[in-house]
């Protein structure tokens, strides 16, 4: 098991656990998330063009999320549904955002 970033979750950055590959099961309640947040899905290694494919998807979906444009390690997209809504999103390991976040102290990024 592994922790990731999955990126507009119906407006929201969330932290998932789940394992490449194997599907998985998140709920994030209102009271956490101001709005209840359903997951089902797989977390799958792709390369870097299919990750860019769901980035500017979610970019242009939602322009709130043009800082994660700095992502460096463009590996990683969560294929399923939010809320019941087929999606395809880009998700980050909590390790590449936590040394991103490190190495860009000085810029703002997007939770």
Same mark, same amino acid.
């Given at each position: 098991?592994? $922790?990731?970033?999955?990126? %507009?979750? @119906?407006?929201?950055? !969330?932290?998932?656990?789940?394992?490449?590959?194997?599907?998985?099961?998140? /709920?994030?309640?209102? /009271? /956490?998330?101001?709005?209840?947040?359903?997951?089902?899905?797989?977390? &799958?290694?792709?390369?870097? =063009?299919?990750? %860019?494919? =769901?980035?500017?998807?979610?970019?242009?979906?939602?322009? +709130?999320?043009?800082?994660?444009? $700095? &992502?460096?390690?463009?590996?990683?997209?969560?294929?399923?549904?939010? +809320?019941?809504? /087929?999606?395809? !999103?880009? @998700?980050?390991?909590?390790?590449?955002? =936590?040394?991103?976040?490190?190495? %860009?102290? %000085? +810029?703002?990024?997007?939770?």
């Amino acid at each position: 098991m592994a $922790k990731f970033m999955v990126y %507009n979750t @119906a407006g929201l950055t !969330l932290p998932v656990e789940a394992k490449v590959g194997s599907p998985f099961y998140f /709920e994030c309640p209102e /009271e /956490e998330c101001g709005k209840k947040v359903v997951l089902e899905g797989i977390i &799958i290694e792709v390369s870097e =063009a299919e990750f %860019n494919k =769901a980035l500017e998807s979610t970019i242009e979906e939602d322009p +709130n999320f043009k800082p994660i444009e $700095k &992502i460096e390690v463009r590996k990683y997209v969560f294929r399923g549904r939010v +809320n019941g809504k /087929e999606v395809e !999103l880009p @998700a980050e390991s909590l390790v590449d955002f =936590a040394k991103r976040f490190i190495e %860009n102290q %000085n +810029n703002l990024i997007l939770l």
